[in-house]
């Protein structure tokens, strides 16, 4: 079992930005690609970014541009940027550790935090 915790949610409105972390553990650091999804009320769980065990990262077509995805090794957190927000953008966000990084498929990522709900009001 994987530590994974979401914290960075909130309310904000259209245009804002938020800043998400996710802190994870050395072993997941150094074994997982992390990764964060979301999903809305009624839908579907989604991919939003992913960064693998060397650094490399992918984001959704819908997040690219606003969305990035990074890393501190140092404290082994994960960190989701989030920047003009829009009402569509609402979901719990939750961090995963696993996956394939090829493959934004959730059935692929072994480790699940809970997740940190993000509000946009417009």
């Known amino acids: 079992e994987q530590p994974l915790e979401a914290s960075g949610g909130g309310l904000v409105q259209a245009g804002d930005s938020l800043r998400l972390s996710c802190a994870a553990s050395?072993?997941?650091?150094?074994?997982?690609?992390l990764a964060w999804f979301r999903q809305a009320p009624g839908k579907e769980r989604k991919f939003v970014a992913a960064?693998?065990?060397?650094?490399?990262?992918r984001h959704a077509e819908s997040v690219k541009g606003r969305f990035t995805i990074s890393r501190v090794i140092a404290n082994y957190t994960v960190y989701l940027q989030m920047n003009s927000l829009t009402p569509e953008d609402t979901a719990v966000y939750y961090c995963a550790a696993g996956g394939n990084f090829a493959v934004p498929d959730p059935r692929t990522y072994n480790f699940w935090g809970r997740g940190t709900q993000v509000t946009v009001s417009s």
């Open positions: 960064i693998s065990r060397n650094g490399s990262t």
């Open positions: 050395e072993q997941a650091f150094s074994r997982y690609n």
